[in-house]
């Protein structure tokens, strides 16, 4: 008897840590599906929020004389003026380990 009620004993024991850690499992999906659900939105007015600045500083470059933008220019640390120039070399290392490690 006290074999057997020490063996329930466990199997309750066991019952209860699965039902624990369902429940903190459950809690923290919940709590990764809704921070990604922010981030969807942040990241979602972001791009709106980029598009608009790149409109306008397409609008501005084309409305600003030869001497304006000169003069913009000149006042500019490098990484400003060609980001794109930097950000594909940049980019292409991460682009290139991220693909070989799959």
């Known amino acids: 008897l006290s074999s057997s009620a020490s063996g329930a004993s466990v199997v309750a024991i066991d019952n209860k840590i699965e039902q624990a850690m369902d429940l903190v499992k459950n809690h923290l999906m919940y709590a990764v599906r809704e921070e990604v659900e922010v ?40 990484e400003v003026l060609c980001p794109e120039e930097q950000s594909p070399g940049v980019a292409a290392p991460a682009q290139h380990s991220g693909g070989s490690a799959v």
């Open 39 to 78: 981030l969807k939105e942040q990241i979602k007015e972001l791009l709106e929020k980029n598009s608009q600045l790149e409109r306008e500083n397409s609008l501005l470059k084309t409305l600003a004389s030869p001497e304006q933008l000169e003069k913009f220019q000149s006042r500019l640390p490098a």
